[in-house]
């Protein structure tokens, strides 16, 4: 007879139907190679473009997972059994902005990473700012746009207070998705045409002459902070292709900072965790001007990447974190947390 299996059911739950499904793919491949088969007996749960749910098959030599396999349904998470944890790697909307973990919710299983609340205000860039500001966090000046009121004079209103060159981004969207620069009107039009077929909503910055700095937090009320990183383009700014197709940009870690430098940054991405209600993990990511405002807080990803070129794990294992430890870590504040929450809801 058989002894039972008493290692921990992992769902990787990847794809999805953002624009950011092939950086899942990515991300999921990673995980389930570095994920430890004698701890976790890993279910690959793939979500295709248009929504459709299918168990994927393992395959440990692939560079990508693919959302095809036997078609399923969302309900399949909870008849995996009685010791299950989720790990949502969805990047982007459908996935990383609070549905995916309202689900879990719904179904009582932990998941990896942070709750509605604060899952859905990290994805929404302008809502995060607002938050952030709100708590005191410098970052770079901003206007948040609808798309009934992105009139050719109000954008001209944009460019004027904020100064041209300006970033235009979606909301609601990761890994530089839908992202441009725009020097001059004709440019800035153009750029909010691009990003508004991700989003109804845009966000106006202006654009900073200054390091990109990195940081990863890991922890739920007592978080700490890795060593930072910098980021050094190989394009006009860390664009996708940058990050995931052409790999030209340079990574340094540690970044080449003061140890108070290292402090200040490191204390302000813990800040910036706490004001946007993090759990488990988050990376921190800003833009310092040495000899101006100093470090401004750019954005804070829930999901960060976990691919090979990754900068959430490569600086974890910098700090000491190895790879597989790291995933450890992750699978038992998500036991945590979901244990507080239980505490905390009657049923």
């Known amino acids: 007879m058989n002894a039972p299996d008493s290692r921990t059911t992992v769902v990787i739950l990847f794809g999805g139907q953002s624009a950011e499904h092939d950086v899942s793919c990515v ?5 389930m190679r570095a994920a430890d088969p004698n701890k976790y007996r890993l279910v690959l749960v793939g979500i295709g473009r248009t929504g459709n749910w299918v168990l ?22 909870s008849t995996l059994g009685p010791d299950i944890v989720v790990m949502p790697l969805l990047h982007g909307p459908l996935g990383e902005d609070g549905t ?26 302008a809502v995060a700012k607002d938050v952030c ?7 770079p000046r901003y206007t948040a746009v609808h798309e009934s009121d992105a009139t050719p004079a109000r954008l001209q209103e944009i460019a004027t207070d904020l100064a041209l060159p300006v970033f235009v981004k979606p909301a609601n969207m990761g890994s530089s998705v839908g992202v441009s620069k725009a020097s001059n009107m004709t440019e800035l039009v153009s750029a909010t045409s691009t990003a508004f077929a991700y989003d109804e909503w845009i966000l106006i910055e202006e654009a900073i002459v200054g390091r990109e700095i990195e940081v990863s937090v890991l922890g739920n009320h007592s978080p700490r902070a890795s060593v930072p990183g910098e980021i050094i383009p190989g394009n006009d700014f860390y664009d996708y292709n940058d990050k995931y197709v052409d790999e030209g940009a340079q990574l340094l870690i540690p970044a080449p900072l003061t140890a108070a430098q290292t402090t200040v ?39 960060p990447g976990f691919t090979p070129i990754s900068m959430y794990p490569k600086l974890w294992q910098a700090s000491g974190l190895e790879y597989s430890a790291l995933i450890d870590e992750l699978i038992l504040l998500a036991r945590q947390r979901h244990g507080r929450r239980k505490r905390n809801t009657q049923r």
């Open 265 to 303: 940054v490191q204390q302000l991405a813990l800040k910036i965790f706490a004001a946007l209600r993090c759990d488990g993990m988050a990376r921190v990511d800003f833009f310092f001007e040495e000899n101006g405002r100093g470090f401004l807080c750019n954005e804070v990803n829930t999901i």
């Open 56 to 77: 994927a098959q393992p395959d440990a030599t692939a560079q990508r997972l693919e959302a095809i396999g036997q078609p399923t349904t969302p309900s399949i998470m």
């Open 100 to 125: 995916v973990q309202g689900f879990c919710e719904i179904l009582n299983l932990p998941y990896v990473g942070s709750g509605v609340l604060s899952s859905a205000i990290a994805m929404d860039k």
């Open 27 to 31: 991300t999921a491949a990673h995980v």
């Open 133 to 139: 500001a709100s708590h005191g966090i410098a970052q």
